[in-house]
């Protein structure tokens, strides 16, 4: 080799290794660099850390000095027992192993709750980080933590929990961290109490009815002309009613004045277009806020509950032998799941049930002696404010006939891969300012104070009856109001949906008020006026996110519920079954009738009698169905187009007449036909009305042609658009048809990773049946199924989807959907457990 | 030297290295051990892409020690969350051709040095 030719060679050799060495240390689209991710020994593809196990192992910890001895049942089910002799083990113990199974998710939660997600994932991000830094999450958390005694039970709780998960997380190596952590090149770091308390109000935002609705709703008080106003979004619905606490069985609630009579409910009390005289200065505030679309648009909810189940039953339903209760949470089916299951045995205390990753306790479940569930109360718990601003200072708002000026909070929120976004966060005496365009509008919610929902948690877990339940929630349960329907071991059954019901004196709170001052709340419902039931003669107390009260309620308290159909399927079943048992309540909660064809399909037959359609197999099939969303059903697929097409039949042309425009959240919001329309809101309760009472009524005609149309040309029309779909779609009517080809659940990525996802696998239901599974691609339904027998509680029943490890690798990632699918439940406190997880129970032992 | 001693003082020790430096955690670092063979073997027959598959093939070895099956379906789990399809494949063999250059350089300079030098 010459002289020449091996410098060269040297020379390339060099720059092609330094060009190599350059290219796998470079970090790219906030990926981490090659040799990093690819390290065999601690990169994506680094040996796993111990999996998930079935078994019961005996542990010891030392906390704060003290010794606790820990007994851990691990169960293929999804559950984990924890027993110690003393409160201070199980919690640290429950924290170590929610961060052992569920670290992704957690973090997760914990940077959106502190609007910082943007700093792991990018840019993507921004929207959400920007929203929840002004919902003031941060800020509220310290104030909460400032307000807890360092000596009473929660904060020490916490501070077990919060030791847990510290633990486990000073253990990990890099080469142990969970494969997004070395996707995102993230290293966890150390909990503190107030992580917990930010993600207990990202609990509670979530979780809160309303949301944005009243800004979309305005669109229509400023569109609509009052009449079409009454006619589509009556105040109180119009189809029918089975309250959770009628006026029929609890008039006690139903005393005083209240405010709805000094609302005007059916037109706008604050106009975009039309108030130049408050709100047409131009805003120079130093906000990088979004504009309102971008706030309708940007939003995501990974834990909206919008729709569950549960009820109690004692007395003449169940011979007055004891008292049952049963919850089934409608959730984003997720894998991870957004549940985990426990059981927590110390002194005074046996519990079993679900918890969200980052909290300590049980949420939902039972103990020895209480058994509780809960459904979203879908009151309105968010009032929007136009705020007048100074011409000549835009810190300042005109409230009460002053200038105030905005509090300011300077966030800054760190972008990966970006450059950092400062944020000004303003708040006035009625809400955060969330856009900030010409017109400022603030939204205040309930959430924007302190509260101690967790405390709620940790006392119900050691609740010892339906009273004391009660009295916990009406002391501690303030924002994202929820059903909790309960039952004891006395027989005793309850429904409370408590809370802070804000009371405005005038205005119009379905859409958004003026910020003046004198819109703002006035305070709230008194707890003794706030809807409840306690032991009704009848038996039971149900709730399924229907309508709260009665149409004489003297509160406003919201209006956009579910319709209610799933609540009125569990109110006939309820009052026809009686001697009700664990098996009992399971099969109703199994449920895959739709409600709404007992109201539909025979008008629809009628309809297609009168067009001569008599004789065609799709009415043979229509006839002949029972109204089950079994998989293998063709009329059910019929059917779930069909309702689809009746209700955007009617209404879309009066969304197109009146100029509802996507930007004003057209398709988006059930009251403006999105996806949900033919299950919640009102759209589909007035076609329920309209088609049984008033067949002729004026809205059956298009008010564009001019055609003239009844419910029955409504009805035929929609079905004939359904017919030819289905055509187009899947050819003649056949066995392609059935339901179960069509309707699929499977879980989706709670990270939003396709490749994360479950198999789709066939499922009966739709979403207006109790066991119900949303669209026709549903990864939202029963997040977790629960029956307890408060007589021998410990052979209460429960399963959720998916498994205890967030792992897509491990068998316990997604072991449970297809039993969950199937219908089955799993004995709780396993009847092979150690004597310590039945304490409380007979032959149970001391912890 | 023969083939058999090239595979025994050369492409072995290139391979255990590699092996090695990928089990601490420094499998980037192999273009070192494989200058050093370089110095040690240049002007004789060494082959560098031959060094350098030894060293590829130590890399992967060191993954199918432990757990194989599980790290070849995290490589298909990385491979899925990337958007890269055919499974693990084309991650592992992204590593493989990291490594064999890695190595391959590394031989290359150690032996184009002492060349050079000489």
């Not at chain 1, 004891?322 to 205390?349: E, K, R």
């Not at chain 1, 006939?401 to 966030?411: C, D, I, L, R, T």
């Not at chain 1, 057209?666 to 589909?684: E, T």
């Amino acid at each position: 080799m010459s002289f020449t030719g091996s410098k060269k060679r040297f020379i390339v050799s060099i720059v092609s290794l330094v060009i190599v060495l350059v290219m796998i240390s470079v970090s790219f689209a906030g990926i981490p660099s090659l040799y990093k991710l690819l390290n065999p020994s601690s990169g994506a593809i680094a040996p796993g850390t111990s999996p998930y196990s079935p078994g019961v192992t005996e542990t010891t910890v030392t906390i704060n000095g003290e010794i606790s001895s820990i007994t851990v049942n691990s169960q293929a089910d999804g559950f984990i027992g924890i027993a110690s002799s003393n409160t201070r083990g199980v919690y640290y113990e429950q924290g170590y192993l929610e961060a052992q199974y569920r670290l992704e998710e957690m973090t997760i939660l914990e940077l959106t709750s502190q609007g910082n997600l943007s700093s792991v994932v990018g840019p993507s991000a921004l929207s959400m980080d920007i929203f929840y830094r002004e919902l003031m999450d941060n800020q509220i958390a310290q104030e909460e933590l400032n307000n807890l005694s360092k000596t009473g039970s929660t904060y020490l709780d916490l501070q077990y929990f919060v030791d847990g998960i510290n633990a486990y997380i000073s253990n990990l190596n890099p080469s142990q961290y969970p494969i997004l952590f070395k996707l995102l090149g993230f290293s966890p770091h150390p909990w503190t109490v107030k992580d917990i308390l930010e993600v207990q109000q990202l609990f509670l935002w979530e979780n809160s009815a309303g949301g944005l609705d009243p800004i979309y709703f305005n669109y229509a008080l400023e569109k609509m002309p009052e009449n079409v106003i009454r006619a589509f979004y009556p105040a109180y619905p119009a189809g029918i009613q089975n309250p959770i606490v009628p006026y029929s069985v609890n008039p006690s609630v139903y005393n005083e004045h209240g405010d709805i009579s000094n609302l005007s409910l059916y037109t706008p009390s604050w106009n975009n277009t039309s108030s130049p005289s408050i709100l047409t200065e131009s805003s120079s505030i130093n906000v990088d806020g979004l504009s309102l679309s971008q706030l309708l648009t940007s939003m995501r909810y990974p834990y909206q509950d919008f729709g569950s189940n549960d009820w109690a039953v004692n007395g003449p339903l169940t011979n007055n032998q004891s008292a049952l209760v049963a919850n089934d949470p409608h959730l984003t089916t997720s894998v991870p799941s957004i549940w985990m299951g426990f059981q927590l045995v110390a002194p005074d205390q046996n519990v079993v049930g679900v918890v969200f990753p980052g909290f300590p306790g049980v949420i939902l479940g039972h103990n020895a002696r209480v058994g509780w569930g809960a459904t979203n109360g879908q009151v309105q718990e968010t009032y929007f404010y136009a705020e007048k601003t100074s011409p000549t200072n835009p810190y300042l708002y005109y409230s009460n006939g002053s200038w105030m000026h905005f509090a300011v909070y300077n966030e800054t929120i760190k972008v990966a891969g970006s450059s950092s976004v400062l944020l000004s966060v303003m708040r006035a005496d009625n809400g955060v300012v969330v856009e900030n365009g010409n017109s400022p509008i603030a939204m205040d919610w309930t959430g924007l104070s302190p509260s101690y929902e967790l405390t709620f948690f940790l006392h119900i877990d050691r609740t010892n009856s339906v009273l004391q339940f009660q009295q916990n929630a009406s002391e501690y349960f303030r924002v994202a109001i929820q059903n909790w329907a309960v039952a004891d071991i006395s027989g005793n059954i309850g429904i409370f949906p408590y809370g802070e019901y804000p009371i405005v004196e005038r205005g119009n709170p379905r859409g958004i008020l003026p910020g003046t001052g004198e819109y703002n709340w006035a305070g709230f419902i008194p707890i003794s006026q706030e809807p409840y039931l306690y032991n009704p003669a009848r038996g039971f107390v149900f709730s399924a996110n229907q309508i709260t009260v009665s149409s004489n309620y003297p509160y406003y308290i919201g209006w956009d519920y579910e319709s209610g159909y799933r609540a009125d399927e569990i109110h006939l079943l309820l009052n026809s079954t009686r001697s009700f048992n664990t098996a009992k309540m399971e099969s109703v909660q199994l449920t895959i009738h739709d409600y709404t064809t007992n109201i539909f399909l025979p008008e629809l037959l009628d309809a297609m009698t009168q067009s001569h359609y008599g004789n065609s197999t799709v009415y043979q099939d229509l006839s002949k169905w029972n109204g089950n969303m079994d998989i293998n059903s063709t009329a059910a697929t019929i059917y779930y187009y069909w309702i689809q097409n009746y209700v955007s039949g009617v209404f879309t042309p009066y969304m197109k007449y009146y100029n509802i425009t996507t930007a004003d959240g057209l398709g988006n919001v059930s009251f403006f036909l999105g996806s949900d329309d033919y299950y919640h809101g009102p759209l589909i309760e007035d076609l329920v009305n309209w088609t049984l009472n008033h067949p002729d009524i004026q809205w059956f005609s298009n008010p564009i042609t001019g055609a003239h149309g009844t419910s029955s040309t409504a009805m035929m029309a929609a079905l004939n658009q359904t017919i030819s779909n289905l055509n187009s779609r899947y050819g003649q009517i056949s066995s392609t048809w059935e339901w179960g080809n069509i309707h699929k659940r499977y879980l989706s990525s709670l990270f939003g990773i396709n490749s994360f996802n479950t198999p789709e696998i066939p499922a009966a239901g739709d979403g207006n049946t109790i066991n119900a599974a949303y669209g026709t691609l549903s990864d939202f339904g029963p997040s977790w199924r629960m029956v307890a027998n408060m007589s021998h509680a410990y052979t209460g029943v429960g399963i959720y989807p998916g498994g205890i490890s967030e792992n897509p690798l491990s068998i316990y990632y997604d072991n449970n959907f297809e039993p969950w699918n199937d219908g089955i439940y799993y004995r709780l406190i396993p009847v092979t457990a150690p004597a310590q997880f039945l304490y409380m129970y007979p032959g149970g032992a001391n912890p | 030297m023969n083939r058999s001693g090239f595979f025994l003082f050369a492409y072995l020790p290139e391979l255990i290295l590699s092996m090695i430096f990928a089990l601490s955690g420094v499998w980037y670092l192999i273009f070192i051990p494989a200058l050093m063979i370089g110095v040690i073997f240049a002007g004789r027959e060494l082959k560098a892409s031959l060094a350098g598959l030894f060293a590829a093939i130590g890399i992967l070895l060191s993954i199918v020690i432990y757990q194989p099956s599980y790290r070849i379906s995290e490589a298909s789990l990385l491979a899925g969350v990337i958007g890269i399809p055919l499974g693990p494949v084309i991650v592992l063999l992204i590593l493989f051709i990291l490594s064999f250059l890695l190595a391959f350089l590394g031989t290359e300079i150690g032996s184009t040095s002492r060349n050079w030098k000489s």
